[in-house]
T-cell receptor, first 116, second 110 residues
Framework: GAVVSQHPSRVICKSGTSVKIECRSL??????MFWYRQFPKQSLMLMAT?????????EQGVEKDKFLINHASLTLSTLTVTSAHPEDSSFYIC????????????FGAGTRLSVL | AQRVTQPEKLLSVFKGAPVELKCNYS??????LFWYVQYSRQRLQLLLR??SRESIKGFTADLNKGETSFHLKKPFAQEEDSAMYYC????????????FGPGTRLSVLP
């Protein structure tokens, strides 16, 4: 099956610093990658959709200058949380959809971000 | 607008009992419906999709366009079925994003 690797799995940072999260499709080319945020005991909230080689599309209410997304290749997308604040603490999950496969999303294991 | 509802936050059943996790949706075009499952300490993974019309781990789900539902069913629940279940919707063309329901936590009691 398709594997999506997300790194790091957990990060703790000081307020004001920036944090980068990587999402890689290991055995397939992902034309589209998605970034979600999940609050405790709640469902996934789509933050943005990124297509390889183009700018990400952000959902309403998500600050694009705050959450920088780069999808530089067909196997890598990154989410950078800039100038992180404690309210950015959350569980961030990426997923990837393959070019050649059916309309299925394959999920990373998620990143737990804690901002002190 | 796309929307997915799962009325039950928590569903508890005894081992061997039938289980049904409800999912209703609203979508103006032709939807593709999915069930994703998240076991404890594991990542979200696809359980089944309506297009495949298959049974996975004993679970089935039928798309009912008249009732706009895609309920997940299993005749005899097992303890290892305990997990978080998310119903999701996407446009058939694949260009639209996924919309996830709020999720239902299934607890199968011994």
């Amino acid at each position: 099956g398709a594997v999506v690797s997300q790194h790091p799995s957990r990060v703790i940072c000081k307020s004001g610093t920036s944090v980068k999260i990587e999402c890689r499709s290991l055995d397939f080319q992902a034309t589209t990658m998605f970034w979600y945020r999940q609050f405790p005991k709640q469902s996934l909230m789509l933050m943005a959709t990124s297509n390889e080689g183009s700018k990400a599309t952000y959902e309403q209410g998500v600050e694009k200058d705050k959450f920088l997304i780069n999808h530089a290749s067909l196997t890598l997308s990154t989410l950078t949380v800039t100038s992180a604040h404690p309210e950015d603490s959350s569980f961030y999950i990426c997923s990837a959809r393959a070019r050649s496969r059916e309309n299925i999303q394959y999920f990373g294991a998620g990143t737990r971000l804690s901002v002190l | 607008a796309q929307r997915v509802t799962q009325p039950e936050k928590l569903l508890s059943v005894f081992k061997g009992a039938p289980v049904e996790l409800k999912c209703n949706y609203s979508y103006s075009g032709s939807p593709e419906l999915f069930w994703y499952v998240q076991y404890s300490r594991q990542r979200l993974q696809l359980l089944l999709r309506h297009i495949s019309r298959e049974s996975i781990k004993g679970f089935t789900a039928d798309l009912n366009k008249g009732e706009t539902s895609f309920h997940l069913k299993k005749p005899f629940a097992q303890e290892e079925d305990s997990a978080m279940y998310y119903c999701a919707l996407s446009g058939l063309s694949g260009g639209q994003n996924f919309v996830f329901g709020p999720g239902t936590r299934l607890s199968v009691l011994p």
